[in-house]
């Protein structure tokens, strides 16, 4: 049997959980003793200020990165006791919907979606599927690309595409992994607002339709109060709301977004620095190494104004 | 206001530039370097005039009458040291530049970065087999390509193969080392997305990262051919059949005319490859 489909074959029903999760980068903490599960087929939005942590949860749902300590499971497997080769089995089967400048400009449309099963493969086995596709490869990617409505762009070069229609693409890509998991961190941040809520609709459309387990990191509260069933608010690390979008007041809003209190979480040093500096190196660069998002400071989310 | 003295009138970064400038005026006296080096002799201007001149008036036939009887007309004799001088650069570039690739991604940081944290199957060696090859590469680029050249002329004679191998070394190294720079600067987005997805080091690099420095990777190529074509010609003044040894042989015969005729084919090489090169890069970036 393949050894990519053994590792995530029994899938159980919670997609995953996480229990006193704390990560640290460099004695900051970005994420501390967060507890948070979902069941399959969920969809839940985390919200928060710019710094809360968000990002650094998903790369921990994603495998990206460890828990410094506590126990983040993913299908049950506990990330930290997984041999790298599960792990990237594991791995191979979560999407991941990037910000944005996740996609492969010079390559055709179909290669970048292709690109999303280069882990069920051997080396030659995934580049010749992306280099080479065959015809009934191609078809399926065309089925992909049609669910995200770009099914006339199967050959166009990517970096002929608008902002909109590449995060569209990444979706397919994403969608092409046929995951367990669906992340996406910030997913129509680089989006114009119009397009924004479009984009947005379409994911969580067909997260459900796929039945597969959705979250998604957002700034715009007022589209995740809209979109989203369940609503995870972040705030310096910690889970500071988590419950159904209606249950999110905006009083409770305004304090998840309020300047101060306990911004200094971040500050305190951390004695357990067990993983996190090297071995994400390689995945960590072009974030600027950062201990929390290094997002510029974003207006005060729509939903609190006025 | 600071309060803090300056320990020098200059700054530390003053202090460089005199240096700097005092070992060059230091370096041009320990040579003699004088304008009057740059005054022809009497019999000198003449030729100078003679062969400025000739700039104007390329040779389109021999301007001698060849010596031996077969001689080919003299465009195809131009011809054929043009092509003998492209074949040169083209086999040697078809060697260096996969050899200068492997090189180059196995001495890039990307290489060991993916390798290790991937579960490549190198995993831990990656990193000294990246400071091995990088010493290789520095051995293969200190010698430059006309030294080789010399050295095994000396050891193998008047051979092709030699040549194009005296070429193919130093080109090597030099790719290697500037195609490892272009991917370690590449945007490592679309890597990162594709190892998040479970895919392979190897798989990471060569879709995710290496087609992000594709276009730097192909016009630094295309100079590297250009260099290739100008040795080339250059090797022909160690007897080798190129457009060199013809420039030489009408240099030493005052053919001036022939001379401008062979320089002209040279830069005219250059300019196609460097439009053909031009082409290609605002093919590759978006």
Redesign the interface.
């Known amino acids: 049997m393949n050894p990519i489909t053994s590792a995530v074959g029994t899938l159980d029903a919670a997609t995953f959980e996480l229990e006193d999760v704390s990560v640290a980068f460099a004695g900051r903490f970005a994420l501390e003793r967060v507890r948070l599960s979902a069941e399959r087929g969920e969809a839940l939005a985390v919200v928060g200020p710019s710094g809360a942590g968000k990002t650094t949860l998903l790369r921990t749902l994603g495998g990206a990165l460890l828990p410094t300590s506590g126990h983040a499971r993913i299908h049950g497997m506990e990330l930290a006791d997984l041999a790298p080769k599960a792990r990237r089995a594991l791995r191979s089967r979560l999407g991941f919907v990037h910000q944005d400048h996740s996609l492969i400009p010079v390559l055709r449309v179909s290669q970048n979606v292709l690109a999303g099963r280069l882990g069920r493969y051997g080396f030659l086995a995934g580049l010749r599927r992306v280099l080479f596709a065959r015809r009934a490869e191609l078809a399926e990617v065309h089925r992909v690309l049609e669910r995200v409505g770009l099914a006339d762009q199967l050959f166009q070069r990517t970096d002929t595409l608008s902002g909109g229609e590449r995060q569209r693409v990444a979706i397919a890509r994403a969608l092409f992994q046929e995951p367990t998991l669906l992340l996406a961190d910030e997913p129509v941040a680089s989006v114009d607002p119009a397009r924004a809520r479009d984009l947005l609709e379409l994911l969580t459309a067909l997260a459900r339709e796929e039945g597969v387990t959705f979250i998604a990191s957002l700034h715009d509260l007022e589209l995740a109060r809209a979109l989203f069933p369940r609503i995870v608010g972040l705030r310096a690390g910690r889970v500071f709301f988590d419950g159904p979008a209606a249950e999110l007041t905006d009083e409770r809003a305004r304090a998840l977004y309020e300047l101060g209190a306990d911004e200094r979480v971040n500050d305190e040093r951390v004695n357990d620095e067990r993983v996190n500096d090297e071995r994400v190196n390689f995945e960590r660069e072009g974030d600027a190494a950062s201990a929390v998002e290094e997002a510029p400071p974003r207006p005060a989310p729509k939903g609190l104004q006025g | 206001m600071s309060a803090r003295r300056r320990p020098w009138p200059l700054g530390a970064r003053g202090l460089v530039l005199l240096g700097l400038a005092l070992a060059g005026l230091w370096a041009g006296l320990h040579l003699g370097l004088t304008p009057a080096g740059l005054v022809p002799r009497a019999a000198g201007l003449e030729r100078l005039q003679e062969f400025v001149a000739a700039a104007a008036r390329p040779a389109w036939r021999h301007e001698v009458a060849p010596t031996f009887v077969d001689a080919s007309p003299f465009l195809v004799e131009l011809g054929r040291a043009t092509l003998r001088t492209i074949a040169f650069a083209l086999a040697a570039m078809s060697l260096a530049l996969p050899l200068g690739f492997m090189l180059g991604l196995v001495a890039s940081d990307?290489w060991w970065?993916?390798e290790t944290?991937?579960?490549g199957p190198l995993g831990a060696f990656a990193r000294p087999l990246q400071v091995a090859v990088r010493i290789f590469i520095a051995l293969m680029r200190s010698v430059h390509e006309l030294l080789w050249a010399v050295l095994f002329l000396a050891a193998f004679g008047l051979n092709t193969t030699s040549a194009v191998i005296a070429l193919v070394i130093p080109f090597s190294g030099t790719l290697a080392k500037v195609f490892s720079e272009m991917l370690d600067e590449a945007?490592?987005?679309?890597?990162?997305?594709?190892?998040?997805?479970?895919?392979?080091p190897?798989?990471?690099l060569?879709?995710?990262l290496v087609?992000?420095a594709?276009?730097d990777l192909a016009s630094y190529a295309f100079y590297r051919l250009e260099c290739a074509v100008r040795s080339s010609a250059v090797l022909g003044f160690f007897g080798y059949p190129t457009l060199g040894l013809h420039l030489s042989l009408a240099f030493e015969d005052l053919r001036f005319h022939e001379v401008w005729s062979y320089l002209y084919t040279l830069l005219a090489l250059v300019i196609v490859l460097e439009v053909w090169s031009g082409a290609l890069r605002a093919r590759?970036a978006?």
């Open positions: 990307a970065r993916a944290f991937g579960a945007p490592t987005g679309a890597a990162r997305a594709l190892f998040g997805a479970g895919a392979g190897l798989a990471v060569l879709v995710g087609p992000r594709l276009p590759l978006p």
